[in-house]
């Protein structure tokens, strides 16, 4: 219960070997949820009915809530995160009617006492069996193999709902893998993520997802190249300029006011914006549309978007806002893009102030990717969005995160 005693049940094979009883329970939950939206994000969509999703949506809520009133306990501090979390959330959720957001309350809330680093190896088990799944199945013929065609262009979606989407999901798979195996990386590895960058530059014609895939190969190269000289990569970058590290721990909120601030002030007499929007293909359209036609509300409302996504017909009324900044502050709410850069700022202002660096990086890569695309809370793509009362390794004795 909430401020009281946990019950802190473990299961295992041997002494050596034994997990908490509440973390099975939450994977349990982000297994059914994870398959459920991975295959809605491929072309199996098709096959999938309204009442399954809902069956399922309604039993990972009766599982996490029951693991959070049976299995946890919160700090007074913590207590008031979640209290303040929950309401922002929760409001947000019946003023603008996606209950997208009570998932991911729940998800962020459950993750309590469960190790990042299982969300993580979880999230990357399951993805990477779909995504091959659905890659196979669109080259036998299972599913349709959609493939669009842009500026001369044929652009490959391998089973994905749209090729953007595809190469999206090879990004955050690549840095979730990075993140796991951070400390037994290989060259060979990494020449596999390039390979992987190059792939959907060529057939998904991805320049963002493409792009973020070779800087973070460059870095997972440096870090290799600190390892082989044995020196810790939380000693090279100990900063001590406090505008910069002041401007780490802002990345997330900081590229929520770009995005938005870029996007409003919009000119289309403006040779630069124009050729700007030319280059983010018409991004910066569909946002200022979007903020001329809803305009901000501190907890969201009802916007249809409609995308290219799983046809390749011409889309006569598209609009979508791609920037995961604008599209959470029109749908969800300010306030719930408010509370998110609240706390992805206290939560990297603990690992800079406490001298680890990976996962702060990690997250600076995805707030740059979501910048442009719309993945930022969609947890079948960003796992990461869950780290705030995740178990990440922290030795309560020294304070060290053992993860970096």
């Known amino acids: 219960m909430l401020l009281s005693p946990g019950k802190k049940i473990y299961i295992g094979i041997n002494s050596n070997k034994k997990i908490l009883l509440s973390q099975i329970i939450y994977i349990l939950a982000f297994v059914i949820y994870l398959t459920n939206i991975f295959f809605y994000k491929t072309m199996f969509k098709v096959y999938m009915s309204n009442s399954i999703t809902t069956l399922v949506n309604l039993s990972c809520i009766c599982i996490l809530i029951f ?8 700090t007074v501090k913590e207590f008031y995160k979640v209290l303040i979390l929950g309401s922002i959330f929760s409001i947000a959720y019946f003023i603008s009617g996606y209950n997208m957001l009570i998932l991911l309350l729940l998800f962020i809330v459950g993750a309590k006492n469960v190790q990042f680093k299982s969300i993580v190896n979880t999230y990357l088990i399951v993805g990477i069996t779909i995504v091959i799944l659905a890659m196979i199945s669109a080259k036998l013929g299972i599913i349709e193999h959609i493939i669009y065609l842009r500026e001369g262009k044929f652009r490959y979606s391998f ?7 595809f190469a999206s999901g090879v990004f955050f798979l690549i840095i979730s893998y990075f993140y796991t195996r951070y400390k037994k990386l290989t060259i060979f590895e990494i020449i596999g993520f390039v390979l992987l960058g190059i792939f959907t530059w060529y057939y998904c014609d991805a320049r963002l997802d493409s792009l973020s895939i070779f800087a973070v190969s460059i870095f997972a190269f440096f870090t290799i190249l600190l390892r082989l000289k044995n020196i810790n990569l939380n000693n090279v970058v100990k900063i001590k300029n ?4 002041f401007t780490l721990k802002m990345a997330i909120p900081l590229s929520a006011l770009v995005s938005i601030i870029v996007t409003n002030i919009y000119d289309s007499s403006n040779e630069f914006m124009v050729h700007l929007n030319q ?3 018409n991004r910066l359209i569909m946002g200022k549309k979007g903020i001329v036609d809803y305009g901000f509300n501190l907890f969201g409302q009802k916007i249809d978007m409609i995308g290219n996504g799983g046809t390749n017909g011409s889309i006569s009324n598209y609009f979508f806002i791609d920037s995961s900044y604008l599209h959470i502050a029109l749908r969800y709410g300010l306030l719930v893009l408010i509370i998110l850069c609240l706390y992805y700022f206290t939560f990297m202002k603990y690992c800079i102030n406490n001298g680890q660096i990976l996962l702060p990086i990690i997250i ?3 707030g740059a990717n979501s910048m442009i695309a719309h993945h930022l809370i969609d947890l079948a793509y960003n796992p990461f969005i869950l780290v705030f009362f995740a178990d990440i390794g922290i030795n309560n004795k020294n304070r060290v995160l053992e993860n970096t």
Do not use: C, H, Q
């Not at 693991?67 to 919160?74: A, H, S, T």
């Not at 089973?159 to 989407?165: C, N, P």
């Not at 406090?242 to 590290?245: A, D, G, H, P, V």
């Open 159 to 165: 089973g994905s709902i749209y090729a953007t989407d």
């Open 279 to 281: 280059f983010l293909n």
């Open 67 to 74: 693991k959070i009133i049976v299995f946890d306990e919160y």
């Open 364 to 366: 600076i890569f995805i």
């Open 242 to 245: 406090t505008f910069i590290k």
